[in-house]
């Protein structure tokens, strides 16, 4: 595990919904708003770690049912768990798109 320094450069949490938002953006938003929430951390940014923040994997579980709520899969876990919380959204997005075609994920298929 990594032991980052928690960023506090942005703060997207709060950001503003948009009907056609790009995917990307709509997770990333989303996955801080998530993390804050199940954090109870409203200075969560898409730059922090879910680990660094305190976040543990029955806090983990609850974000990937509101991911798989939303986009129909749920958040690699080694993702959430190693990465900052745009790249988990950005890989949450990628399986969601997989998921959508049939292409296989995880060496499955």
Known sequence: MTTSPV???????????????????????????????????????????????????????????YAKERFGVEYDLMVLFEADLATAARDLVSRAGNAATGTATDGEG
Do not use: I, K, Q
């Open 7 to 65: 960023h506090r450069t942005t703060t997207t949490a709060t950001a503003p919904a948009a009907g056609n938002a790009d995917p990307v953006d709509e997770a990333e938003r989303l996955t801080v708003e998530w993390a804050a929430r199940v954090l109870e951390d409203p200075e969560a940014c898409a730059e922090d770690n879910f680990l660094d923040l305190g976040g543990h994997s029955l806090l983990a579980l609850r974000m990937c049912r």
